[in-house]
């Protein structure tokens, strides 16, 4: 999940280039994508082809977890 929010700050990305750059498939990042929308970590906006993007509670988030990587290892 923390390579989701990471890739889709700034301009976002589509669910193509989710699944390629995180290495899921079409079938395992629904899943991701809906609890990080549902948790308020992201968002989609409808074009001709949805765009995710983490969201400023996103990025807290993904902060945290870099703090706790970097505790850890």
């Known amino acids: ?3 989701i ?3 889709c700050q700034g301009e976002g990305a589509n669910k193509t280039k989710i699944v ?5 498939n079409f079938r ?3 899943p991701y994508l ?3 929308i549902e948790k308020g970590h992201m968002t989609s906006e409808e ?3 949805t ?4 969201t400023q ?10 703090i706790v990587e970097a505790i850890y290892t």
């Open 1 to 3: 999940m923390a390579l």
């Open 5 to 7: 929010l990471a890739l």
């Open 20 to 24: 390629y750059q995180v290495g899921l």
């Open 28 to 30: 395992t990042v629904i």
């Open 34 to 36: 809906s609890l990080l």
């Open 47 to 49: 074009r001709d082809l």
């Open 51 to 54: 765009i995710y993007r983490t």
């Open 57 to 66: 509670k996103g990025k807290q988030v993904l902060e945290a977890l870099k």
